[in-house]
């Protein structure tokens, strides 16, 4: 099957990381059974003091690999902020040193990414919101954006082709949820006001912040989208994006957050600020009416529970694909009670195997619940994880299917935030690709998603992702895209708070989240060790196995070419931020290796 993606570019997680010279793939079968030789014993307890937070470079990563992620964890006694951006971590902290709880901070890190993180914003965006309080009370917050309800079915297709509307300008964003989902959080299981929540993030855009290398970068490679569009003004004050060292002040977005600390969510759905949202939106040829914003409303949702080898997991359901799918691998793998050597062939193989069937069920079978029916229950099942298991072969890639589109029924980041009581939020957001559609609400001060490129918009043909997905994820009025974030929060086998992780990468977050896991829970990794180790992703469309270079030995590579996989190289896979509790009850922070970020505790 031929795929071609409509996309204008995925993006990488990080810029810079060259691929080296295109490796020779000889073909060396290694037997199944030779590879199982050392199998490690799985599902041990979880990290353990001091090793939860030490790196300890493990055997099976390939010669250099270590040195060239590997960075220092935070450690800290009380509560722990991980996010893609130093300012943000430190408006979480500031929060919960004033006495708030994690909802509190996660809701604080939540506006100032949009300040000083830009790329995935995200009040012009939406995302999703796994808690857990200490008192077991767990609850998921879907604030997905939702289709405009001029919104058609077809509505990206001309002369039978994919356009990039769906990606780029006004028509590719969806109705923007952060702010209403956010607010609602807070409203359930926080301690704070908005007001107060809101401050770090107003003190930022109005007094300014200085930009660093990676803003500055990321301003620069994206000025073709950004100066199609109002936020060349601000972004692009004299032609070029702010220099490192620069102060960036956005008094516009200062005046837009305020209005809603002050007034709550209703300044943006039917206040000034959707005003400027559709002034904007006729200005640059978008459908999103008054109508859609008053319309708008988070869902409040029970998480999904899945268990792993004892360790139980609170994972985001429909809307988002993530919780399901990444329960559905696990569940795979859990059929093993002996597992490969770590990056050997034969692990790579059986990763590989279990997401090209969770994928094909992700792609083909889930859509938001208010429109399609989900066979939840059906898919986290362990027997039906054990019938999927059951076809796969040791030493041989299965083909995907054929697609049936038919068949029944970059950018995002994610923040982990834990206080001192051990309530957990772990937090997911998205403006979709970089700096979202590129359009940019002049009288907001805010960037809006290019969300719409996530549902089916040719069902059949994929999207920037490379994704194919079904009808059960068309696009129809008021209906909520299908996501791949995976929010997720890990009970140790005592079902006490564990881990706190989830991440960016579009169809990557899935499988990216499953392996930072499976590293900690089978692999027995300390967190550092568990984020950097090499990552491969599949999809099951395009029937290929991506994986990081210079991540796999020559052999294994060699084993797996045999074996009928299709590699494929990438820089880099999937931008995960997580922390972890060691026996001696420290939290552990670590920021994806792979990106710019940070662990602040205090
Ligand atoms: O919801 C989703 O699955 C996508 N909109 C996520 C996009 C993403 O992670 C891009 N970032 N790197």
Known sequence: MKLESNSRTILPVIPGITLPPKRRVSVAIVAFATLLAGCSQTGARSGDGQSAATPVIHPAFPEGWAAKRERPPTVADHGMVVTNSPLASEAGVEILKKGGNAVDAAVAVGFALEVTYPFAGNIGGGGFMVIRMANGQALAVDYRETAPLAATRDMYIENGKLTQKSTVGALASGVPGSVAGMA???????????????????????????????????????????????????????????????RLRQPQLAQTLTLIADQGPSAFYSGPIADAIVAQMQHDGGIITRADLAAYKPVMREPIVGKYRGYTLYAMPPSSSGGVTTIEILNQLETWKTLPPFNSAAYKHLLAETFQRAFIDRNTKLGDPAFVTNPLAMLTDKAYAKQLTSTITPDRATPSPVFSA???????????????????????????????????????????????????????????????QGEINAIQPGKRMLSAMSPTIVLDRDGKLMMVVGAAGGPTIITGVTQVILNVIDQHMSLPDAMFAPRVHGQAWPDVLTYEAGGLSQAAMDSLTAMGHNLRATNALTNVNALLRGADGRWVGVYEPRSTGAAVGY
């Open 406 to 468: 038919a068949a029944e029924p970059m950018h995002t980041t994610h923040y982990s935030v834990v206080d001192g009581a051990g309530n957990a939020v772990s937090t997911t957001t998205t403006l979709n690709s970089g700096y979202g559609s590129g359009v940019f609400i002049a009288g907001g001060g805010f960037f809006m998603n290019d969300e719409m490129d996530d549902f089916a918009a040719q069902p059949g043909k994929p999207n920037q992702f490379g994704l194919v």
């Open 184 to 246: 609602a959080a807070l409203a359930k299981y926080g301690t704070m006001s908005l007001h107060d929540v809101m401050q770090p993030a107003i003190r930022l855009a109005a007094d300014g912040f200085v930009v660093d290398s990676a803003l500055s970068h990321s301003l620069s490679s994206s000025g073709r989208l950004i100066k199609q569009f109002a936020g060349a003004a601000v972004f692009f004050p004299n032609g070029e994006a702010p220099a490192p060292g620069t």
